[in-house]
């Protein structure tokens, strides 16, 4: 017969064993720091990174203006391409045919061509349609806009990568949807939710966990496509200030290069704080792993539960 | 008198070229429970699905209190239901799915003020109010703060049941609401579904539980191939079936 020991204060005692040892970790690590010391040591001794005129240059006022206008481009575009995505998204997957075929074309076009043929192309609008007009076709006009007397390189910068990112986006969003299981839309629907309704309250916040991610590379992917608006020609983003403008008068290519990689890499480090905490909220409810407020409140609970000696 | 809370008159349905209903006529009075059984592909969740036009029917008519569903009858013709009135017929219509189909975003208590607060405009105080005593209801009034992952199927069900509970519908219906559930949860959903049919409520339950069948059923139906074979209370047919089919049937599962 089994007795089973049911006083609480003479549990075993707590596993202390000894950690698996990891001596080839060890090793690589040490490969690895001597390889990295080695590169810093050389790049910092070589003259040739002119580490002094990189330091001259890093908060430049130019610089800087460069940054503003590459994080502006990248958000505008970014902000306009997932509400288009979104838009064609939604079509692609509606039982409209009209709806299907526009959608379908879009995206067949615009992720077709190149972007910089895309650029390119909008930079020539002013060229191809000089004047806009609004009014009865073939009568009288209402509204009459000249194009060419406009200065506009910057809004069809942000309009040409964000046409061209909105079919990208439209993909993204619609696996995001389809990966939502059919019977979240059929509880929604049971409820007496709308269509509409069922699609902002129940689909696309479950589909926001699978589209997070790659918007985030899409979203860091534009931040450095926008080096491309030179095609416009847009000349006031990070990249064209740094080498068109400041290195081809200094004849400095190598350390403006660096100016801009450094600030690339700035603003990518705070996108991808950005996404880490989008992607937290977003995952609400997706594990059955218990977050730290509910481990706290059932360990409160079984400390009131248990006996006291 | 009051009409009966579902009349079906022929109803079929197909599914290109399957008909899946084959003309279903019954009748479920108010505040009574019919419980439909018979072997998977019969048909029984589709009639299920089609009192609240999940599914549209092909032929015939189903009325839900006295009210067409899917369509506006304009005496020589039929008009097709545009969705908004069809979302306005299901408010009142609860459905418990098999794999319970909970908001896996929310949290157990937003599960349930979701539609009562979006759907009806109902306010959000007096939504969690109805929410936690709905809860207390199916006995899960300690875990309105978890999510749908961290509980065990039979809580999903329960909850599930408690989610379509807060719309106040004046029917439920039942999509083999145990089919997906260890044994031993079984019992505790249904025990509320028992105790939700001795509160009078209406409902239509499809289920291979011939023991909830036996003791909380009015009528018990039991559907073959896209027609009902048999039906009537279910102590008959249980332990009396006329049809061969129902006996063979019977057979296996009692």
Redesign the interface.
Known sequence: MTVVDSSPSTGPAAIDAVPLRHPWRWTAAVVIVVLAALFIYGAATNPAYRWSVYAEYLFNDRIMLGVWNTLQLTVYSMVIAIVLGVLLAVMRLSPNPVFRSVSWVYLWIFRGTPIYVQLAFWGLIPTIYANIQLGVPFGPSFFHLNLQALSIPFILAMLGLALNEAAYMAEIIRAGISSV?E??T??S???????G?TMR??VL??AMRVIIPPTGNEVISMLKTTSLVTAVPYAFDLYSIATREIAARTFEPVPLALVAATWYLIVTSILMVGQFYLERY?S?????K?TTK?LEALAKAQMIGEPHP | MTPPMVKAEQVCKSFGALNVLKGITLEVGKGQVLVMVGPSGSGKSTFLRCINHLEQVNAGRLYVDGELIGYRDRGTKLLEMSPRDAAKQRRDIGMVFQHFNLFPHRTALDNIIEAPIHVKGVKKSEAVARGRDLLDQVGMAEKAGAYPAQLSGGQQQRVAIARALAMNPKLMLFDEPTSALDPELVGEVLGVMKKLAQEGMTMVVVTHEMGFAREVADQLVFMDGGVVVESGPPREVLSKPQHERTKAFLSKVL
């Not at chain 1, 629907?189 to 269509?195: D, F, N, V, Y």
């Not at chain 1, 609400?284 to 059955?288: E, K, L």
């Open positions: 299981p019977g979240q059929e509880a629907t049971a409820l007496g939710m709308s269509w309704m309250r129940t916040p479950q977003y609400r409810g997706a594990s059955r218990l509910q």
